[in-house]
């Protein structure tokens, strides 16, 4: 009889716990809802404001344009051909300086991880660099590497790769220390604990920092192709300034806007995938 009651309890803490998680799902699903829809009416009343700003001439049209001008800008621009050139272009040298820095900043967040002494002689170097304007290394990377594709991907490469260092870096000494002496107490060597503490704890870090980095690479392709680049997104923003066209200037901030956003919504997919299987 008592065996019997427990079962029941049992089945009853199972369906209770069962219910709880079906209405937390449904408070999860209901959230996100709200937010998407609060985000979207965000949006377009910014869109419908300025559009009927434009209208009625309560902006300089001529400066701010309005957003129905724009799309017919967008579209003319497809239609034609002469967008897409210039879209591969930014797109793949965003794509290049994105994995490249994402890499290379994990891969020297690691050597220093490894070598105490090199941290220790390293660290004011990078955090005198990270805070150098990197529109100022554009010149010399021009002088190096000539007025082109790689130069605009080494001005990505001079933002990307230290923050991606500094983040990672700080993930990988913020680990628990307790998970590190049991290593080194069963005679685990400096390599057992990176493999099997530091780099698994600080996983979570690394792919987040692909979402940092998403943007630090806009950033850094634009800036090099205000400085040296004929084709591409930031190059029709210089253009339409020179030639004082600024609905060219805000349709290439859109794309810009759109494309960035793209890029992030795939980033955090994969962030989901890869921390899920873990």
Same mark, same amino acid.
Do not use: C
């Given at each position: 009889?008592?065996?019997?009651?427990?079962?029941?309890?049992?089945?009853?803490?199972?369906?209770?716990?069962?219910?709880?998680?079906?209405?937390?799902?449904?408070?999860?699903?209901?959230?996100?809802?709200?937010?998407?829809?609060?985000?979207?009416?965000?949006?377009?009343?910014?869109?419908?404001?300025?559009?009927?700003?434009?209208?009625?001439?309560?902006?300089?049209?001529?400066?701010?344009?309005?957003?129905?001008?724009?799309?017919?800008?967008?579209?003319?621009?497809?239609?034609?051909?002469?967008?897409?050139?210039?879209?591969?272009?930014?797109?793949?040298?965003?794509?290049?300086?994105?994995?490249?820095?994402?890499?290379?900043?994990?891969?020297?967040?690691?050597?220093?991880?490894?070598? =105490?002494?090199?941290?220790?002689?390293?660290?004011?170097?990078?955090?005198?660099?990270?805070?150098?304007? &990197?529109? /100022?290394?554009? =010149?010399?990377?021009?002088?190096?590497?000539?007025?082109?594709?790689?130069?605009?991907?080494? +001005? +990505?490469?001079?933002?990307?790769?230290?923050?991606?260092?500094?983040?990672?870096?700080?993930?990988?000494?913020?680990?628990?220390?307790?998970?590190?002496?049991?290593?080194?107490?069963?005679?685990?060597?400096?390599?057992?604990?990176?493999?099997?503490?530091?780099?698994?704890?600080?996983? =979570? +870090?690394?792919?987040?920092?692909?979402?940092?980095?998403?943007?630090?690479?806009?950033?850094?392709?634009?800036?090099?192709?205000?400085?040296?680049?004929?084709?591409?997104?930031?190059?029709?923003?210089?253009?339409?300034?020179?030639?004082?066209?600024?609905?060219?200037?805000?349709?290439?901030?859109?794309?810009?806007?759109?494309? /960035? +956003?793209?890029?992030?919504?795939?980033?955090?997919?994969?962030?989901? &995938?890869?921390?899920?299987?873990?």
């Amino acid at each position: 009889m008592e065996r019997s009651n427990s079962t029941m309890s049992g089945h009853a803490r199972e369906q209770w716990l069962h219910e709880k998680w079906i209405q937390y799902k449904l408070q999860k699903r209901r959230t996100k809802f709200w937010v998407f829809t609060v985000q979207m009416l965000m949006l377009l009343s910014f869109i419908l404001l300025w559009e009927l700003a434009g209208r009625m001439k309560w902006i300089d049209v001529l400066i701010f344009s309005y957003p129905s001008k724009v799309g017919a800008q967008i579209i003319k621009d497809m239609i034609s051909g002469e967008l897409w050139p210039h879209l591969a272009m930014t797109v793949g040298e965003v794509a290049i300086g994105f994995l490249l820095g994402t890499l290379l900043g994990t891969l020297l967040a690691v050597l220093i991880w490894w070598s =105490p002494f090199l941290s220790k002689v390293l660290d004011p170097y990078m955090v005198v660099f990270n805070s150098m304007p &990197k529109v /100022a290394l554009g =010149p010399i990377f021009i002088v190096l590497f000539g007025a082109g594709f790689t130069a605009i991907v080494m +001005t +990505t490469l001079s933002i990307t790769v230290i923050i991606t260092t500094l983040v990672v870096y700080n993930a990988f000494n913020e680990v628990d220390s307790n998970l590190i002496k049991v290593i080194v107490t069963f005679g685990g060597k400096r390599r057992d604990v990176f493999l099997k503490a530091i780099l698994p704890a600080s996983f =979570p +870090t690394i792919v987040s920092t692909l979402k940092v980095n998403v943007g630090m690479a806009w950033v850094g392709v634009i800036v090099g192709e205000f400085l040296v680049a004929k084709i591409g997104l930031g190059y029709l923003i210089v253009y339409g300034f020179q030639v004082f066209n600024f609905t060219l200037v805000i349709s290439s901030l859109v794309i810009i806007a759109v494309v /960035a +956003t793209g890029m992030y919504q795939l980033v955090v997919y994969v962030e989901r &995938k890869l921390v899920r299987e873990r």
